[in-house]
């Protein structure tokens, strides 16, 4: 959280007054911590100061540009914010947004299928032996679990959903549009049932502001086949453009069977929280600052920064808020019973 310009090991020794980075290397590489639980006071510190009953979870990724085939997890990938392929690790990030503010409270290095058996480049990056090739998913679900939830990698995947509904969390999971539903007695293609939708069912609610200001679109909210629907809800949310009606997006949703569709339509764009927060986190608590290559300090580096992040979420909703009572803070709010993509 320092004004140094970058957050690497020689800047923040200098800042701190030290003559070498040993200081700070040694937090990072050596000093006797342990990462994981870290994560879980900063999940517990997140609840407890930002927590809300409409907070959203959501999960996306984020690439760090690295030079080199030692960093962990490094390897030729699709760099979205680019938009070519690069050389970088991966992280896959858990986002909760709420009224009170936004944090990133947990996070996990993907390890590309190239590293999966290549015992040279485990052991020089420290990638323990339990840790196999597993697809983004796999982190995302246990993400989610942990947290008591998607964006493009993890939207068309059944357990991913299953996982929500086994949780009893609302979701709002991104489908491609052939995606299948089941309408009535048939299975239909979410394509086949943007066709089907009534002119009077598309809606303009608002669902915040994107990257580039406010996203004007309709809405329609269509109830699908569910296994208890009277307890447990599903639909399908179809995303119209308002200039351009071949530009549609389509959601499998679920949750109570009270949920309204402007709450479905507020959730799904929730996912915008979690893209804003990795520009300040990068920027100003130097997430992709790090100059480590081994597993075990990549997560240690990332909680430490996420951490902070969550600090100044905090101390941003305190300031927002003049007049509460001092103490107000301190009780504590479990996570949202409710996810997003």
């Not at 909760?96 to 590309?112: E, I, N, Q, S």
């Not at 808020?321 to 709010?333: L, M, T």
């Amino acid at each position: 959280m320092s004004t140094t310009e970058r957050k690497n090991g020689w800047q923040l020794a200098e800042h701190l007054g030290d003559p070498t980075p040993d200081g700070v290397r040694h937090l990072l590489a050596r000093a006797d911590w342990d990462a994981g639980a870290v994560r879980d006071d900063l999940t517990g510190y997140v609840a407890e100061r930002l927590g809300d009953p409409d907070g959203v979870l959501v999960v996306d990724e984020t690439g760090f540009l690295k030079k080199g085939a030692k960093s962990g997890g490094v390897a030729r990938q699709y760099s979205g914010t680019a938009g070519r392929i690069e050389n970088r690790p991966v992280g896959v990030f858990l986002g909760y947004a709420t009224g009170k503010g936004r944090a990133l409270p947990d996070r996990a290095l993907y390890r590309p299928k190239e590293w999966a058996n290549d015992a040279d480049r485990r052991e020089g990056a420290g990638v323990p032996e339990a840790v196999a090739f597993a697809t983004k998913i796999v982190p995302a679900r246990r993400m989610v679990e942990r947290a008591v939830a998607a964006d493009a990698v993890y939207r068309s995947d059944d357990h991913f959903r299953l996982t929500a509904e086994n949780l009893g969390l609302g979701y709002v999971a991104g489908v491609r549009a052939d995606f299948a539903a089941s309408s009535g007695f048939r299975q239909v293609r979410a394509k086949a049932l943007l066709a089907e939708v009534p002119a009077d069912a598309w809606h303009r609610p608002g669902c915040g502001a994107g990257a580039k200001g406010p996203r004007p679109y309709d809405w329609a909210a269509l109830r699908t086949n569910g296994p208890e629907p009277e307890t447990y809800s599903r639909w399908l949310l179809i995303r119209r453009s308002v200039t351009d009606p071949t530009d549609v997006a389509c959601f499998a949703c679920g949750g109570p069977p009270a949920t309204t569709p402007e709450e479905l339509v507020r959730i799904a764009g929730a996912r915008w929280a979690i893209e804003d927060l990795f520009e300040p986190a990068k920027g100003d608590c130097g997430l992709d600052e790090y100059e480590v290559r081994s597993w075990a300090r990549w997560h240690r580096h990332v909680t430490l920064s996420l951490f902070a992040l969550a600090v100044v979420a905090v101390i941003r909703s305190r300031a927002a808020r003049p007049g509460r009572q001092k103490g107000a803070w301190g009780s504590s709010r479990r996570p949202s019973r409710r996810s997003g993509s």
